[in-house]
């Protein structure tokens, strides 16, 4: 397992990844109804679709700019909120085109610092645009890389809380 993730560390480029994951979520929410767009999201029961799509595009606009959680703010709650919060008048093509537009700083930013940094982005992406997806009745969208990298962040995640809990490793 540990030879076909070093692989993908030196082959995958996690931009081109969130690159796919963000085009394939701005298509599923750009001609969505009102009525679609207010749906609540399982995975983040006070968030509705609309909201999710502010956090996602909100997480790049404040990452761009150097904003980040206070130290305070445990698990960065207060930060999501505020990106859900900045963005709740907006229509959604124009929440969308600020996501083009902070895209490209973004992409290059996960590139600069790696598959490792940028694998936590994918898989973020990717469980926030299948949330949406199952808000909405509609079946997953799993692109076998977008898992397979997302898969990645996971496991190594996993791997350093049981080391933490010195639980041994998964390998």
Do not use: K
């Not at 994951?21 to 006070?46: G, H, W």
């Not at 990106?83 to 907006?90: E, F, K, M, N, T």
């Not at 997302?150 to 490793?169: E, I, K, S, V």
């Amino acid at each position: 397992m540990e030879d076909v993730r070093a692989a993908r560390c030196a082959t995958v480029d996690p931009a081109a990844v969130y690159q796919r994951t963000r085009l394939a979520m701005a298509a599923t929410v750009t001609e969505l109804a009102d009525a679609e767009l207010q749906a609540l999201v399982p995975a983040t029961p006070e968030w509705r679709v609309r909201d999710v799509l502010a956090h996602v595009v909100g997480l790049a606009a404040d990452l761009n700019a150097q904003r980040f959680p206070a130290a305070d703010d445990a698990g960065g709650s207060a930060w999501a909120a505020q990106q859900v919060v900045a963005r709740r008048d907006l229509a959604v093509a124009a929440i969308v085109a600020g996501w083009v537009r902070e895209a490209p700083v973004f992409e290059a930013g996960l590139r600069f610092f790696g598959y490792e940094e940028g694998s936590h982005f994918v898989a973020d992406l990717h469980a926030h645009h299948q949330d949406v997806r199952g808000a909405l009745g509609l079946s997953r969208d799993d692109d076998p890389l977008t898992v397979a990298v997302a898969l990645d962040h996971y496991l190594g995640f996993l791997d350093q809380l049981l080391l933490a809990a010195q639980w041994g490793t998964l390998e």
